[in-house]
Nanobody, 115 residues
Framework: QVQLVESGGGLVQSGGSLRLSCAAS????????MGWYRQAPGKQRELVTT???????NYADSVKGRFAISTDNAKNTVYLQMNSLKPDDTAVYYC?????????WGQGTQVTVSS
């Protein structure tokens, strides 16, 4: 059983930055895909970014060039560095990991960007 604990959300002004963290319990090794989703009011859940155990990353067009996903494998932690934040980035952000045939989700953390 893998559990994900998210932190780092909060309120920031437009143009500011936040870093979200997601710590996974247990041992996470090769073969995983980790990522971040977000869900804004009135919108469907959106895949923001992913990173594989081989280091491959992908980003939604809406965040490309502003957000960066990274991992600290020693800490079983994935990060989402968010720069140049916009009000449209306001959402609940969820981290996720897919491995060993199962998907796991964090509890979500609120990011609010004021204009």
């Amino acid at each position: 059983q893998v559990q994900l604990v998210e932190s780092g959300g909060g309120l920031v002004q437009s143009g500011g930055s936040l870093r979200l963290s997601c710590a996974a319990s247990g041992s996470i090794f090769r073969g995983y895909v980790m990522g971040w989703y977000r869900q804004a009011p009135g919108k469907q859940r959106e895949l923001v970014t992913t990173i594989t155990s081989s280091g491959r990353t992908n980003y939604a067009d809406s965040v490309k060039g502003r957000f960066a996903i990274s991992t600290d494998n020693a800490k079983n932690t994935v990060y989402l560095q968010m720069n140049s934040l916009k009000p449209d980035d306001t959402a609940v952000y969820y981290c996720t990991i897919s491995l060993r045939g199962s998907d796991y989700w964090g509890q979500g953390t609120q990011v609010t960007v004021s204009s």
